[in-house]
């Protein structure tokens, strides 16, 4: 088992206990939850942050965006508005977060929507926009007000939720059984190479239940770096020392890449969302130049002193294998 605070260990107890309050509460229909009668997909986890939640609802709008007409709904963490919002392509990551507005430039023809409450936003959408085909909830797994009608929980390779423990001391908001909720569980941020006995050693350890299936996806990173005003190859970009600025949850994958490509970079690491204040601004804008991540790059891109020197390295979703399985049945639950 991996503890990220084991001095915290005692109050474990405390706090399963909560969760497990809550779980029982709604499983036995004391509490209520919303399900409906057309397309929800959740995307969550049962941990706290970094299991790439982001990049795979990108790779379900790419994959799904163009045939259906589909919304995302998101709580927009760290957000300065309150309530219901329907993102437009002037909005700030400041006003409504740095993933919805991710998604919302990245696919401008996607409804992206956030709101706290899920059955509020939920409810907007569909009143707003009745021809939607599909809703996607970014990170609202744990929230059992709302049932989605296709579950997807994803768990990082590094940190499987088996071998994790409830908070404080561990990662995992919800007890392991919650994973039972879901109808898939993909292990997400995995070596592109993953031989096929460890993925059954995987399989193993998480004990899925008979409806439940499996699939196995690492990351593909970008051939080019981006600014807000030009496209540059990445292996030109690297011919010179860089500073790396990250703000998310677990940034070493991105260090493992950059490594192996045998970049010269200075590495500054914040917490995941986090607000740069004037005096972290003007020490990035003595930097000649800044690579961050896409979600980063949102939250700095309005920030004038960094035109120029600002650049991100975008990713992508890579299907280790089954990718046609995991669409057909994403497929037949929009279709229905």
């Known amino acids: 088992m991996k503890l990220s605070r084991p001095w915290l260990l005692p109050f474990v107890p405390f706090y399963y206990l909560g969760s497990l309050f809550v779980k029982k ?25 970094g299991t790439g939640k ?6 379900l709008l790419k994959q799904f965006s163009s045939n259906y007409k589909l919304a995302t709904l998101s709580r927009g963490y760290g957000r300065t508005t309150q309530g219901f919002q329907l993102l437009t392509e002037t909005n700030t990551a400041g006003e409504v977060g740095d993933e919805p507005l991710q998604f919302k430039i990245n696919y401008p023809d996607v409804l992206v929507a956030v ?12 009143s707003l926009h009745p021809n939607i085909e599909g809703i996607i909830l970014d990170d609202a797994f744990q929230h059992r007000k709302v049932t989605g009608g296709l579950q997807i929980v994803l768990t990082p390779y590094y940190k499987l939720y088996s071998e ?40 193993h350890k998480l004990k899925l239940v008979s409806h439940q299936r499996l699939f196995f996806v690492g990351i593909r990173y970008s051939e080019f770096v981006k600014s807000a005003t030009e496209e540059v190859l990445f292996s030109d970009f690297n011919k010179e020392p860089f500073k790396l600025v990250t703000g998310i949850a677990n ?70 294998e089954k990718e046609q399985e995991f669409l057909s049945r994403v497929t037949s639950f929009l279709k229905s």
């Open 164 to 203: 994790d423990c409830s908070l404080p001391a561990g990662d995992l908001r919800e007890s392991k059984s919650a994973a039972n909720r879901a109808d898939i569980i993909v292990v997400t941020k995995c070596p592109l190479n993953l031989s096929k006995e460890e993925q059954k050693q995987i399989q």
């Open 54 to 59: 982001s990049p795979f609802v990108e790779y």
């Open 115 to 126: 709101d706290a409450n899920r059955r509020n936003g939920i409810d907007q959408l569909k």
């Open 251 to 320: 940034p070493q994958p991105l260090l493992n890449f950059l490594n192996e490509e045998e970049a010269s970079f200075k590495h500054e690491n914040f917490k995941d969302h986090h607000n740069f204040t004037s005096e972290e601004l003007s020490q990035l804008a003595s930097y000649k130049r800044i690579l961050t991540t896409e979600k980063d790059f949102m939250r700095l891109k309005s920030v004038e002193r960094l035109n120029n020197k600002l650049f991100y390295l975008p990713i992508e979703i890579c299907f280790l």
């Open 25 to 49: 509460m709604y499983d036995w229909g004391i509490w209520n939850s919303t399900a409906y009668d057309f397309p929800v997909i959740t995307v969550g986890n049962i941990s706290v942050g």
